[in-house]
């Protein structure tokens, strides 16, 4: 972990800060934008990454998209929790550029923590588009871009699955900084509207709450903003969230048990 992220990662948490380190002198890994003109890297991994899941999907002919966005979920909860902590906590803009920082994969495809020139730049004060212009146009894109080019995932479901860990990451940050107003701000640029500046959002779309009932009444969840089609993988069902889960769409409609999905996360 780079030191100055420690602060922000005690406990059970501090292991999600690991996602980034230095690299050290003379790394020979690539960078993630090398890495990313490989295909037969990226089909590998993905494939590498589902034989480690539970149940193992070894068909060969398990959906390619469906492997690689599944896989990308893995890549972003390694990546995004001490990137977002730098820049909304510390208003720390982190090297994770594509052609800046350097990535080696673990045996279950999953990245490795990825290693920067450095530890970054603080930019006090600096709007949100500015600390998250490196990780959003210079990482995730080109990861969501090079998805779509080669394993045919499309980039909205890429970007929704960044969205999910998003999500995820700033509602543990205010839980431990409860008053940090930046956080807030962050968030709301982040996921709550549809453009950024005048670019179109690709994280962005409306919330949408199902009512469910059971035995001790009716609760309300929020669904996922995009399905990440752990479904389409041999073995394997909907998320519990998931938007297109048969029975979030009937309980849309009519409240009721959902006892007709798989609710294995992913």
Same mark, same amino acid.
């Given at each position: 972990m780079i030191p100055c992220l420690e602060p922000l990662f005690p406990g059970e948490?501090?292991?999600?800060?690991?996602?980034?380190?230095?690299? /050290? $002198?003379? $790394?020979?890994?690539?960078? *993630?934008?090398?890495?990313?003109?490989? /295909?037969?890297a990226l089909a590998a991994a993905c494939h590498a990454h589902a034989r480690h899941l539970d149940p193992p999907v070894t068909d060969p002919q398990a959906p390619l998209a469906a492997l690689a966005s599944v896989w990308s979920l893995t890549y972003f909860w390694r990546l995004?929790? /001490?990137?977002?902590?730098?820049? $909304? *906590?510390?208003?720390?803009?982190?090297? *994770?550029?594509?052609?800046?920082?350097?990535?080696?994969?673990?045996?279950?495809?999953?990245?490795? /923590?990825?290693?920067?020139?450095?530890?970054?730049?603080?930019?006090?004060?600096?709007?949100?588009?500015?600390?998250?212009?490196t990780l959003l146009h210079g990482h995730i894109a080109p990861v969501a871009t090079r998805l779509a080019e080669c394993c045919g995932v499309a980039p909205r479901i890429v970007w929704g699955n960044a969205a999910r860990y998003l999500?995820?990451?700033? $509602?543990?940050?205010?839980?431990?900084?409860?008053?940090?107003?930046?956080?807030?701000?962050?968030h709301a640029w982040l996921l709550a509207r549809p453009d950024w500046d005048g670019l179109e959002n690709p994280m962005y779309r409306p919330a949408r709450a199902v009512t469910r009932g059971n035995a001790q009444g009716d609760t309300t969840h929020t669904l996922l903003r995009r399905c990440c089609l752990y479904y389409q993988l041999p073995g394997h069902g909907y998320c519990d969230l998931c938007p297109l889960a048969p029975c979030n769409r009937a309980a849309r409609r009519v409240a009721g048990p959902c006892a007709d999905v798989d609710t294995a996360a992913c």
């Open positions: 948490w501090r292991t999600h800060g690991a996602g980034v380190a230095l690299a /050290p $002198s003379g $790394s020979t890994a690539p960078t *993630v934008a090398a890495w990313l003109e490989c /295909p037969a995004l929790p /001490p990137v977002v902590a730098a820049a $909304s *906590v510390l208003q720390r803009v982190l090297p *994770v550029g594509a052609t800046q920082a350097r990535l080696a994969l673990a045996e279950d495809g999953a990245p490795m /923590p990825f290693l920067l020139p450095h530890d970054g730049h603080a930019m006090p004060g600096a709007p949100s588009a500015e600390r998250y212009a999500e995820v990451i700033f $509602s543990e940050l205010a839980r431990m900084l409860p008053t940090h107003a930046g956080l807030r701000a962050d």
